[in-house]
Nanobody
Framework: QVQLEESGGGLVQAGGSLRLSCSAS????????AGWYRQTPGKQRELVAT???????NYADSAKGRFTISRDNANTTVYLQMNSLEPEDTAVYYC??????????????WGQGTQVTVSS
């Protein structure tokens, strides 16, 4: 079993910052890819940012220059630093990992989601 625990969401005024965290635990051998997605009611879940196990990052255009994805040295926690937040960033943010388990099986795992609300 793999568990992802997210934290750091909340309410912030436009222009403010939040830092999301996602801690992975369980039968993980290696996280190959980690990322953050977001979803608003009536819309599809969309990519925000990803980071590979070698540290290569990728950002949605809406996140470039404002958001930074990173991970700890143990590669068990992924962060999303969000600056200059806009009301359009309001969404439920989901942590995602693609990982190899201790049983040498590769799979996709999602967190439960954390609400980010940006007021104007």
């Amino acid at each position: 079993q793999v568990q992802l625990e997210e934290s750091g969401g909340g309410l912030v005024q436009a222009g403010g910052s939040l830092r999301l965290s996602c801690s992975a635990s369980g039968s993980i051998r290696r996280i190959l890819l980690a990322g953050w997605y977001r979803q608003t009611p009536g819309k599809q879940r969309e990519l925000v940012a990803t980071i590979t196990d070698s540290g290569i990052t990728n950002y949605a255009d809406s996140a470039k220059g404002r958001f930074t994805i990173s991970r700890d040295n143990a590669n068990t926690t992924v962060y999303l630093q969000m600056n200059s937040l806009e009301p359009e960033d309001t969404a439920v943010y989901y942590c995602y990992i693609n990982a190899m388990s201790v049983f040498l099986r590769r799979g996709d795992y999602w967190g439960q989601g954390t609400q980010v609300t940006v007021s104007s």
